[in-house]
């Protein structure tokens, strides 16, 4: 019953720009923080960044990403958004959208929903 759909990845140059899409479902959206996580090839999974559960919206993002990534969340589609824009190389990762249940800022890496994932390659 509990879904979370993650779509928007693609291949990409050096510079050029990506949304990706988590689309919940089977759970209180408004309940639910949201974090994005990554995973490339050899390395471990690594949170890119999170968002809080309460409408003055809270934001996290690893240092890498900082000033070129954004996350957002839409209580009308009941969908968590990453805009990546001036893309790298290095961000050439399986991304995921996970969900946890919180008050309003969770800042650990215990979700309690993960979605499926969706490829993002960035090419030189």
């Known amino acids: 019953e509990v879904q979370l759909q993650a779509s928007g990845g693609g291949s990409v140059q050096t510079g050029g720009s990506l949304r990706l899409s988590c689309a919940a479902s089977?759970?209180?959206?408004?309940?639910?923080?949201f974090g994005w996580f990554r995973q490339a090839p050899g390395k471990e999974r690594e949170r890119v960044s999170c968002i809080s559960s309460h409408e003055s919206i809270t934001r996290g993002y690893v240092d890498s990403v900082k000033g070129r990534f954004t996350i957002s969340r839409d209580s009308t589609k009941d969908t968590v958004y990453l805009q990546m824009n001036s893309l790298k190389p290095e961000d050439t990762a399986v991304y995921y959208c996970?969900?946890?249940?919180?008050?309003?800022?969770?800042?650990?890496?215990?979700?309690?929903?993960w979605g499926q994932g969706t490829l993002v390659t960035v090419s030189s």
């Open positions: 996970a969900a946890v249940y919180t008050a309003y800022y969770y800042r650990g890496n215990d979700y309690d929903y």
């Open positions: 089977g759970f209180n959206f408004g309940d639910y923080g």
